[in-house]
């Protein structure tokens, strides 16, 4: 019997009796939900586990085990788990109401901070979920250009959403389970960062009435996109008459105070959001132009988008994402956010250089990746991307066992990794920079 073997069944053994209580919920939970789980990215073999509570930087376990959290609740949450300030403003709303079936002056202060911190946002529109913000943009944007194609990027993800989900994972097709191919062709796919196809795209196909990106690249960052790309993208699709629609539902207000576009200077015509925006909560939302928003008003004898919605503006998330909004205002959260992802970058690339092992670590802002399987060049600084940007290279797709081992191996050292990689916030510390290498070199060793 190989080494590999058995080191594979210790750990499985380990992380067995490590989790037991989750073991025994997920037994519970596959008699409910498909494979257990309520979101894909949430199963893991051999079983997830299951988190009571958390704070700041760390969360437990059903079992009591601390860890520190990378999964930031799915990039929601900028501040840390629990941050009083939320917290309160919630329990405060709680009291009052949940959900009154009416206006209410929250939503106008909170609309307010997103005008105030979004550089695009001459109107703004609340949704329930990134994903309604996403559809709300593509059919503003039919309404506006008169034309029904869309153009995105391969590995973007839009939400699931039938128009903008085909090519948002590898191998990046316009076939996808469940859409309906008269529905795909709807939708036209080109990779990252080459703006003559892009150029060429929209001058061969009139039909293309908008173009959707994630601003900093798809998978929060898996193909890195920088400043040149969207500004070049910005004039194109000014030249063509199509308007540009940044998806900043995890990169709005976790760049920077006003979100990619904010960083770089390059305003779209259309913004969407969510995550960071509700404070953690559930809530998206989406921001542009006046004139494209007319769509959503009555007016007399005009073509008007009808948009319904149960939980939109929710006072709840509302609180949330005012409490929120105004802390990360003055960027000192980003900026703390960012100043750790780049620690933990540095520190990790220092330890798979000092141990000659073939993975390396990349990322910007307060995202970080990990790459197995590299043998390229070593990163001499932070702006460094792996096989020079190549999609077959970054989001072809990693070995789903190599990753659940991976993961396996990091939460027995007290470490919760999203896949392989994830985000930090403004409640991350030095120490839990150094706690996670160390968890990283033990579970290498495991592997």
């Not at 498909?34 to 437990?60: C, M, Q």
């Not at 209410?104 to 949704?127: D, K, N, Y």
């Not at 994972?169 to 076939?175: F, R």
């Not at 307060?366 to 190549?390: M, T």
Request: glycine share 10%; proline share 6%; hydrophobic share 40%.
């Amino acid at each position: 019997m190989s080494s590999a073997i058995v080191t594979q069944r210790t750990m499985g053994e380990r992380y067995a009796h490590a989790f037991a209580r989750s073991r025994q919920l997920f037994e519970q939970a596959r008699g409910i939900f498909p494979n257990g789980v309520t979101h894909d990215a949430r199963y893991l073999e051999p079983f997830p586990i299951y988190v009571d509570r958390a704070l700041g930087s760390r969360k437990w376990t059903v079992e009591g085990r601390e860890l520190i959290d990378y999964w930031s609740g799915h990039g929601s949450i900028l501040l840390g788990h629990s941050h009083p300030a939320v917290v309160e403003a919630v329990r405060q709303q709680m009291e009052r109401t949940t959900h009154p079936g009416a206006c209410h002056e929250r939503e106008i202060e909170w609309g307010r901070w997103v005008q105030r911190l979004v550089p695009s946002a001459e109107r703004v529109r609340f949704t329930a979920s990134g994903t309604e913000a996403t559809m709300m943009a593509l059919r503003l944007a039919r309404l506006f250009t008169q034309r029904p194609r869309v153009l995105k990027f391969a590995g973007h993800f839009h939400g699931w959403n039938d128009f903008l989900f085909p090519g948002a994972d590898a191998p990046h097709l316009a076939s996808v389970p469940g859409i309906l191919k008269e529905i795909a062709e709807y939708t036209v796919i080109v990779p990252p960062n080459d703006l003559d196809l892009v150029e060429q795209t929209l001058r061969s196909d009139p039909a293309i009435g908008c173009v959707i990106l994630e601003p900093t690249g798809g998978h929060w960052g898996q193909v890195p996109i920088r400043g040149p790309f969207l500004h070049g993208l910005r004039e194109i699709a000014t030249r063509h008459e199509r308007l540009l629609i940044f998806d900043e539902v995890i990169t709005g207000f976790r760049v920077s105070p006003g979100g990619a576009q904010g960083h770089y200077g390059v305003k779209p015509d259309l913004t969407t959001m969510a995550k960071i925006l509700a404070g953690g909560l559930p809530g998206g939302g989406i921001a542009g132009r006046a004139d494209i928003f007319d769509h959503l008003a009555f007016r007399s004898g005009k073509e008007k988008m009808r948009h319904p919605g149960t939980f939109n503006a929710n006072p709840l998330s509302a609180s949330a994402g005012i409490a929120t909004l105004q802390i990360v205002a003055d960027g000192s959260a980003c900026a703390h956010a960012i100043a750790m992802a780049r620690l933990l970058r540095k520190r990790l690339n220092a330890l798979f250089a000092e141990r000659n092992a073939e993975w390396v670590a990349y990322g910007e802002f307060s995202c970080f990746k990990l790459l197995p399987g590299y043998r390229g060049p070593r990163p001499e600084n932070d702006d460094f991307v792996p096989h020079g940007g190549a999609l077959d290279k970054l989001d072809g797709g990693n070995d789903p066992s190599l990753v659940s081992a991976f993961r396996c191996g990091m939460l027995l050292h007290g470490v919760d990794l999203m896949g392989l990689g994830g985000m930090t916030t403004a409640a991350h510390t030095e120490a839990d920079i150094e706690r996670t290498v160390t968890a990283v070199a033990a579970t290498l060793e495991l592997l």
